[in-house]
C-alpha cells in the first residue's frame, strides 16, 4: 500500500508586524509545517505502522527552502519526499487552488498511491479546498474535515471508515471508497516529535525535486487567475465599552454589570 | 579431643578445632573451599554481566592505583556515609571496620595455622602476648561490629526509619543484617562456651583478654551451665557459627552483601564530572540508537550502578521531585532496572521498553520527566550512582521515539525555530536594554574583557530582564571593559541537553561557539548558572577551548566587591536575608561563598537555611521543570520558602530570599504567589541586592 | 453564459442551517452588481419545505434536487454539476460549512472555474470579481481580484445578514439523473459527541474560557468564579483538544452554539470558529490581555488586563476566596 500525503511549509506571522504593498514584511516571518499537515503526517505513519509494508510518500509544492520543513515529514516517518517547484510557479504570487490540485495531480499520477492524506486546510491563504480539488482532478474520491480514521478497515478492507467533524458537535460517519484523498482535521491524533537527530538522519533520505517539464505540466497552466489587490490589518469594528482601572476595579465594575444583568444573586 | 593442645597449658593461647575432630577440620575445609568456590563463581558472573555491557564513554580504569586508593579513603574514612547522617556514619564505620578487623584476624589465624606452621614447619605464634593482644583486639573490635548491627537493626526495626523502606525493601535486606547480627553474637557465644569448657581442664584467667567472650563465660557460667556441659555443647555451637559464616560467604555475590564489592568498585570507577558533564551521543548514532532500548543498551558502569544500590534511600530523601509528590524515586529507578535485569536473566519476565510512555515499560515516561537533574541524588549517594547521566540517557530515548513531553516540546521547538524557549522573535533578544540609560556595548564590535552572556530569561522575561539591567548597572558603575552578542546569542543548551534532545544541543552548542569565537574577549560571564555549567564544563565536547575562562557573574562581581570598585562600605542595606544556592552553581560548581560574599558585602544579615550550599533543595525548575506541569502537592519552590520563613534563626523576620540564577527566580516568584506568601517575603537577585545598595550608598 | 447568481443551500437532519439564508444575502448583492437573477438550490432531504423556508424577498427561483435524506458530497457534485450546465450562472455561491468544504472545491475543479473561498466581503464590477479574506489565521485581510469568470465562491458564515420576508420564487423540481456508481461514499449515521452532565445551550450566565488559562491546573480559578456567580463553565476549542474540559463544554463551530444572556469570554481571542458559536449572545464581556484581540470586535464589555489579576478580584467581589494558581 501506498500513502501520500501532501504537506505544505507555512509562513506564520509575529503578533506585530509591518505589510509592505501586499505582503507581510519578511522580518516578521517564519517557516514552519502546516499544522493540519502535521496531523495528517502523523496519521499517515500510524498508517505504515499498522501494516505490512506501506510506504509513505510526501509531497509538497515549494522552494528550496521548504525542505527543511519536509525534512520534519521525513523524520516522523515518511520514506521519502517529493519536491514540485519551478521558476515558473515562482513567479505567481498566490498559487489557485486549480493549479495545485494540477500539480498534485500529476503527482498522483506518477506516484498511484491508494491513499492521499491532506490538512484540512493551510494556515497561510486557509483556502480548505486542494485536497478536495485534488481527489476531483484524479478521480479519487474523498471526505474532508476528517477527526477520526479506522487504520484497520483501511488495510484490511480497502474502505476509508471516517468521522467528519460537524457544526454543532455533531460527527457524520461515512465509508469511501478507496482510492480516496482524506482532508485531516486537527485533533485526530498527537503528532509525533521529530527530534533533531532525526531531522538530521532524514537528510539521507530522498527529496524528489520535480519541475513543471518532469510532471508535464506547461507553464500556462499554472498562471493563476487570482491577483492579490490589497493586504491590510482588519479594522476593529469593536464599540465594546471598557471597564477601566486596576484588576480590583475593573473586576468591581464587572460584578455590577454582571448584577444589572441579572444573571448574578444581588 | 586432640590431646595435644590440652598439653599445652599454660601457654596462652585457644584450641582451634577444639573437639571439632580431624574428620570435622577436614569436612570444614571442605565446605569452606565449597563455599568460596560458590563467592568465587557469583563474582565471576557478577562482573561478566558487566563486562557484557555496552561500553562507557567516559575513560574509569586510566590510573587506577590511583583510584584504587582514593576509593579506600573514601570507604576507610566513611565520609558519604557520614554526610547528613551522623547516626549512619557511626552505624556503618562500626559495622565496617568491625567486619575488616574480624576479617584480618580471622586470615592471621588462617596464615598461622595453615601456612606457617602446617607449610612452613614453623612453631605457632599464635600464643602469649600475641594471641593476648589478639584477643583483646579482635574482641574489641567485634564488639564494635555488634554495636553497629544493633544500630542498624534499632533504626530499621524498631524506629522504622522511613528512607530505609522502598518497593524493593525484601527479605535480602533482614537476610543481611539479621545474619552480621548472627555472625557477631555467635562468635562471642563460641568463644564464651570454648572458655568456659577449657576451663576443666586448665587454668583461663589468661583468656579475661577477650573480655566479651569472658563476659558471655561468665553469664553462662551464671545462668548454671557447667564447665562439662559447655564443652559438650561446644561443637554444635561452633559448626552453627562455621555453617553461617560459610553461608555467608557463599551468598555474598547473589544478595546485599554484595555492596561490599560492588560498591566499592563503583567508587574505583566513578567519573568526578558526573552530571555536570553529560555524556555525547555518536555523531553516526540515528535515532533508534539514542538512549537505552533494551537492558544492552546500558554500559558496563551502568549495570554495576545498579548492583552497587544498597537501598540506602538517601537518593530519595533528598530528591526534590519525590517531596513534592511527582513520580519520580530515584532509587527504585535504579532498582528497578536492576530488578528487570535479573528478571529477565532468570526467565520470568518479558521484554518490554526500557523507558516509554503507557505504564508497560521498566521505567514511566512520567518519571523521567520529573526529574530536575538538580544533582540531589548523587550528591547524597554514598557509593556515586550515576542517577542523572542515566536518566538523561532515558530521557534521551523518549525524545528520539517522540515521546517527549508535550509542553516540553513547545519550549524545544521554539529553540529550534526562534534560539530561545520563549519562541520569541531573536531581533527582540537585546531589547531589555532599550530602558537603560546607557548603551550596552557590543562585543562584536568590540574587544572586551567580559563576554557576557545574558541568557534567555534575563532576556525575554519581563522579571528577569530586571536582573539583566541591575547587572549592567553593576558592569558599568564598576567600570567593567563588558558586551553582549545582541542577537546573536542564542539558548545556551544546557537544559536542552538535560531533557535528552541531544540532537538540538549540538546544534545550539555549536552555534554559541561560532558566535563567542567570533568575537575578541577574554572572559565569558553568565547570568545563568545553567550556562555557566553547560559553558565550562560542557561547550569543550564541541571544540570550545575556553572552559577554564568561564564564570558566573557572582564570581566576577565578587571580585568587583573586594576590589572597591562599588564602593560598598557594607552597611547600605540592613535587611535580613537567606540565601537559596542554585543547584548549577553550587552543588554542580561548587561555587558557594563567591554570592555569599556579595550578599554580606551590601550589609545585609545573611541567615543561613538549614539545606544549604551542597544540600540546597531545587526551585523545581531545573531539568526542564521550568516548562511542565506537575501534580505536585506541595511545590519545590513553596517549599523552599516555607524553609526560608520557619527553619532560619530569624524565622519570619527574613525579609527576602536571594537566588542567583533567573530559573530560581522564576519559580520562586511563582511559588511565592501560589504558597501566598507575597505580603511575607520579596525574591531579589543578588545583583539586584547590589544595585539597592549602590543607590543607598549614592543617597 | 447568463449574469446570474446560484447559491446552495447547507441543511441537516430537516433544518435549514442559518448560513443559508445568509447566503441569499450575498448573492442578492452580487445578482444586482452583475444584472442577473438569484438562483437557489436545495439538495437532498425534504427538499419542498426547505424550499419554502429559502424562499425569502429576492429570491428569483428555487431548484429542488430530490435525491435522499442527507448530504452526500457526490450527489451534490453531480447535481451542481447538472444544475450549472442548464444554469449557466455566473456565479455559484456556496457556504464555507464543513459540507461546503467537501463538494465545493470539487464542483469548481468539474466545472473549470477558479474556486476563492471563505469570502466575508463580495464586490462584482467589470467582469472582476473582487474577494475579501482573510490570511494568516485571521491577522490580515487581503482583496484578490478574480479575473474571469465564471466564478465559484464560499462564503463565511455571519458576515451577510440573513434574508428577510417572504419572497414570491418559482419553485421548480430539478430532475437529475443521478449515476448511483459514481457515488463511491456512504453516510452511515450521525453521532453527537460528548453529550454528558451539562447542557451548555441552556445557560443563561457563560463564564468561557479559553488558550489564556495557560495550564490545566488553573481551571481551578474560573471553576471557582463559576461557582461563585453561579454561572456554568464553557469552553474554546484548544482546551478540549487539550483534554482538559469535555467536549460538551465546547463553544464554537465545531462545539455548541449559544445564546445565554451574558456571555463572559476569558483569556479567548476570538478567532472566527470560537465568534460562531457565540456571537447572538445577549450580553458579551472579554477579558483579555491583547487589546486587539478580535474578541474585543463583538464585545459589550471589554477589561483589557490580566485574567489572572481580574479573575481573582471578581471571585472577591462576589465573596469567594479564589483558589492559589
Known amino acids: 500500500m501506498k500513502v501520500l500525503v501532501t504537506v505544505k511549509e507555512v509562513a506564520t506571522v509575529e503578533d506585530d508586524f509591518e505589510i ?18 502535521d496531523y495528517a503526517v502523523e496519521e499517515a505513519v500510524q498508517l ?3 501494516g505490512d509494508d506501506v510506504e509513505v510518500v510526501a509531497v509538497t509544492i515549494g522552494p528550496e527552502r521548504s525542505e527543511e520543513t519536509i525534512r520534519m515529514a521525513l523524520a516522523k516517518g515518511a520514506d521519502r519526499a517529493v519536491r514540485v517547484w519551478d521558476d515558473a510557479i515562482e513567479d505567481v504570487e498566490l498559487l489557485d487552488v486549480e493549479t495545485k490540485a494540477e500539480l498534485l495531480g500529476a503527482v498522483v499520477e506518477e506516484e498511484d498511491p491508494d491513499i492521499v492524506l491532506s490538512g484540512v486546510q493551510a494556515n497561510d491563504d486557509s483556502f480548505g479546498a486542494t485536497g478536495v480539488a485534488l481527489a476531483e482532478t484524479v478521480g479519487f474520491e474523498w471526505a474532508a474535515v476528517v477527526n477520526a480514521l479506522d487504520t484497520e478497515k483501511v488495510l484490511d478492507e480497502g474502505v476509508a471508515s471516517v468521522r467528519r ?11 469511501v471508497e478507496l482510492p480516496a484523498v482524506l482532508a485531516i482535521q ?31 505540466v506547461g507553464a500556462d497552466d499554472v498562471a493563476s487567475s487570482l491577483d492579490v489587490t490589497a493586504m491590510y490589518e482588519p479594522e476593529t469594528e469593536s464599540d465594546a465599552q471598557y471597564l477601566e482601572g486596576d484588576a480590583g476595579e475593573q473586576a468591581a465594575k464587572l460584578a455590577d454589570v454582571l448584577r444589572e444583568k441579572g444573571v448574578v444573586g444581588e | 579431643m586432640p590431646s595435644y593442645m590440652l598439653a599445652q597449658a599454660g601457654v596462652e593461647t585457644r584450641p582451634t578445632f577444639w573437639r571439632i575432630g580431624h574428620v570435622g577440620e577436614a569436612l570444614f575445609y571442605y565446605l569452606a573451599a565449597v563455599a568460596v568456590a560458590i563467592f568465587l563463581y557469583g563474582v565471576y558472573q557478577r562482573f561478566a554481566t558487566y563486562a557484557r555491557g555496552a561500553d562507557d564513554p567516559r575513560e574509569r580504569l586510566t590510573d587506577l592505583p590511583a583510584r584504587v586508593l582514593t576509593a579506600a579513603k573514601l570507604v576507610a574514612s566513611n565520609e558519604k556515609q557520614f554526610d547528613r547522617d551522623l547516626y549512619a556514619g557511626l552505624m556503618h564505620t562500626f559495622i565496617l571496620w568491625g567486619f575488616l578487623s574480624l576479617l584480618i584476624a580471622t586470615t592471621i589465624l588462617g596464615i598461622d595455622m595453615d601456612l606457617w606452621t602446617l607449610v612452613l614447619g614453623q612453631p605457632s605464634f599464635f600464643v602469649g602476648d600475641f594471641y593476648l593482644a589478639y584477643s583483646f583486639v579482635a574482641d574489641a573490635m567485634g564488639l564494635l561490629f555488634v554495636v553497629g548491627v544493633g544500630m542498624a537493626i534499632y533504626r530499621r526495626y524498631w524506629v522504622q526509619y522511613g528512607r530505609l523502606w522502598g518497593k524493593h525493601t525484601s527479605t535480602e535486606d533482614d537476610l543481611f543484617v539479621w545474619t552480621l547480627f548472627l555472625l557477631g553474637v ?17 587454668d583461663v584467667s589468661f583468656e579475661t583478654v577477650s573480655f566479651v567472650g569472658w563476659f558471655v563465660k561468665d553469664v553462662l557460667q551464671a545462668a548454671g ?27 555474598v555475590p547473589y544478595a546485599k552483601p554484595f555492596h561490599m564489592l560492588s560498591s566499592y568498585a563503583n567508587l574505583v570507577t566513578r567519573d568526578e564530572d558526573a552530571g555536570k558533564r553529560l555524556p555525547r551521543v555518536p555523531e553516526d548514532a540515528s535515532p533508534e540508537e539514542i538512549g537505552p532500548s533494551d537492558i544492552e543498551d546500558f554500559t558496563w558502569k551502568q549495570l554495576l550502578d545498579h548492583d552497587a544500590c544498597t537501598k540506602c534511600g538517601r537518593c530519595s530523601s533528598a530528591c526534590p521531585a519525590k517531596a513534592a509528590g511527582r513520580p519520580l524515586d530515584p532509587r527504585d529507578v535504579i532498582l528497578d532496572l536492576k530488578a528487570y535485569r535479573e528478571g529477565l536473566e532468570a526467565g520470568d519476565r518479558e521484554e518490554v521498553d526500557i523507558v516509554a510512555d503507557g505504564g508497560t515499560s521498566v521505567v514511566d515516561a512520567e518519571t523521567m520527566e520529573s526529574c530536575m537533574s538538580c544533582m540531589a541524588c548523587m550528591d547524597a549517594c554514598p557509593v556515586d550512582i550515576e542517577h542523572v547521566t542515566q536518566f538523561t540517557e532515558m530521557n534521551r530515548r523518549l525524545t528520539e521515539s517522540g515521546q517527549m513531553n508535550k509542553n516540553v516540546e513547545e519550549a524545544v521547538m521554539n529553540v529550534f525555530q526562534k534560539g530561545n524557549t520563549f519562541g520569541d522573535p531573536d531581533r527582540k533578544r537585546p531589547d531589555w536594554t532599550d530602558d537603560l540609560d546607557f548603551e550596552v556595548p557590543d562585543a562584536r564590535e568590540q574587544s572586551v574583557e567580559y563576554l557576557w552572556y545574558v541568557g534567555d530569561y534575563p532576556s525575554y522575561d519581563e522579571r528577569n530582564q530586571h536582573v539583566a539591567r541591575s547587572l549592567a548597572r553593576v558592569f558599568e558603575e564598576a567600570g567593567v571593559s563588558y558586551g553582549i552578542l545582541y542577537e546573536d546569542e542564542q539558548n545556551d543548551g544546557n537544559d536542552i541537553r538535560r531533557v535528552g534532545e541531544e540532537g538540538l544541543y549540538e546544534m545550539v552548542a555549536e552555534e554559541n561557539i561560532e558566535a563567542f569565537q567570533s568575537c575578541d574577549y577574554e572572559n565569558i560571564v553568565c547570568t545563568d548558572p545553567h550556562s555557566y555549567n553547560t559553558f565550562s564544563n560542557e561547550y569543550e565536547q564541541f571544540g570550545f577551548e575556553d572552559g577554564d575562562s568561564v564564570y558566573h557573574y557572582t564570581q566576577v562581581v565578587e571580585n568587583l566587591v573586594n576590589d572597591g570598585a562599588l564602593g560598598l562600605t557594607g552597611t547600605e542595606l540592613n535587611d535580613t536575608v537567606t540565601y537559596h544556592d542554585p543547584c548549577h552553581l553550587g552543588r554542580y560548581n561548587g561555587e558557594f561563598e563567591a554570592p555569599r560574599e556579595v550578599v554580606r558585602a551590601t550589609g545585609v544579615t545573611l541567615d543561613e537555611m538549614p539545606r544549604n550550599r551542597s544540600e540546597s533543595f531545587c526551585c523545581g525548575g531545573g531539568g526542564g521543570g521550568l516548562w511542565m506541569d506537575f501534580d505536585e502537592e506541595t511545590k519545590p519552590s513553596e517549599e523552599r520558602i516555607r524553609e526560608a520563613l520557619e527553619d532560619t534563626d530569624a524565622g519570619p523576620d527574613v525579609d527576602r530570599f536571594v537566588v542567583a540564577c533567573p530559573m530560581c527566580m522564576t519559580m520562586y516568584e511563582d511559588g511565592r504567589k501560589t504558597g501566598g506568601y507575597e505580603d511575607d517575603i520579596e525574591i531579589t537577585d543578588v545583583t539586584e541586592l547590589l544595585v539597592e545598595a549602590i543607590d543607598a550608598k549614592e543617597k | 453564459m447568463s449574469a446570474d447568481v446560484l447559491v446552495v443551500a447547507d441543511h441537516r437532519r430537516g433544518d435549514l442551517r442559518d448560513v443559508s439564508l445568509e447566503l441569499l444575502s450575498a448573492g442578492r448583492e452580487l445578482a444586482d452588481e452583475a444584472g442577473g437573477d438569484l438562483h437557489a438550490t436545495v439538495i437532498s432531504g425534504n427538499v419542498e419545505s426547505l424550499a419554502e423556508e429559502l424562499d425569502r424577498e429576492g429570491v428569483d427561483r428555487i431548484h429542488t434536487v430530490a435525491h435522499g435524506a442527507e448530504f452526500n458530497h457526490d450527489v451534490y457534485v453531480q447535481a451542481l454539476t447538472a444544475l450549472a450546465g442548464d444554469l449557466e450562472p455566473e456565479f455559484i455561491v456556496v457556504p464555507n460549512s464543513v459540507n461546503g468544504l467537501d463538494y465545493a472545491p470539487a464542483v469548481a475543479t468539474r466545472l473549470d472555474r477558479p474556486y476563492v473561498s471563505d469570502a466575508v466581503d463580495l464586490d462584482y464590477s467589470e467582469g472582476t470579481l473582487e474577494v475579501t479574506r482573510e490570511m494568516y489565521g485571521s491577522k490580515v485581510e487581503t482583496t484578490v481580484d478574480v479575473a474571469e469568470g465564471p466564478f465559484a465562491v464560499s462564503v463565511r458564515g455571519g458576515e451577510w445578514p440573513p434574508a428577510e420576508g417572504v419572497g414570491d420564487a418559482e419553485i421548480t423540481a430539478f430532475d437529475v439523473d443521478v449515476d448511483e456508481d459514481a457515488v463511491r461514499s456512504k453516510v452511515k449515521g450521525f453521532e453527537e459527541v460528548g453529550g454528558g452532565d451539562v447542557d451548555i445551550g441552556d445557560a443563561e450566565f457563560l463564564v468561557s474560557i479559553g488558550r489564556g488559562i495557560e495550564e490545566e491546573e488553573n481551571l481551578e480559578l474560573v471553576e471557582e468564579l463559576a461557582e461563585v456567580t453561579g454561572a456554568t463553565l464553557s469552553s474554546s476549542r484548544p482546551i478540549v483538544d487539550n483534554g482538559w474540559l469535555p ?53 459589550d464589555y471589554g477589561i483589557v488586563g490580566d485574567l489572572f489579576d481580574v479573575v481573582p478580584a471578581l471571585i472577591e467581589e462576589f465573596g469567594g476566596e479564589p483558589p492559589s494558581v
Open chain 1, 48 to 50: 505504515a505502522e499498522a
Open chain 2, 186 to 202: 555467635g562468635g562471642y557465644l563460641t568463644e564464651g562456651v570454648r572458655i568456659l569448657g577449657t576451663s576443666a581442664t586448665r
Open chain 1, 20 to 37: 509592505s504593498g501586499t505582503e507581510i514584511e519578511e522580518t516578521y516571518l517564519d517557516y514552519d509545517l502546516n499544522e493540519w499537515d
Open chain 2, 225 to 251: 551451665v557447667t564447665p562439662q556441659a559447655a564443652a559438650a555443647a561446644y561443637p554444635v555451637v561452633w559448626w552453627s557459627h562455621a555453617l553461617l559464616a560459610l553461608a555467608f560467604v557463599a551468598s
Open chain 1, 165 to 175: 467533524e460537524l457544526e454543532g458537535g455533531i460527527e457524520e460517519l461515512t465509508d
Open chain 3, 247 to 299: 467536549k460538551n463544554r465546547q463553544v464554537g463551530q465545531s462545539g455548541k452554539q449559544v445564546t445565554p444572556t451574558v456571555y463572559l469570554a476569558i483569556g479567548i481571542s476570538g478567532a472566527v470558529q470560537h465568534v460562531a458559536g457565540m456571537k447572538a449572545s445577549e450580553t458579551i464581556i472579554a477579558v483579555n490581555t491583547d487589546p486587539n484581540a478580535p474578541i474585543f470586535d463583538i464585545a
Open chain 1, 186 to 216: 486537527t485533533g485526530i491524533n498527537e503528532p509525533r516529535y521529530a527530534s533533531l537527530r532525526g531531522i538530521r538522519q532524514a537528510q539521507s533520505k530522498e527529496i524528489d525535486v520535480q519541475s513543471l517539464d518532469d510532471l508535464g
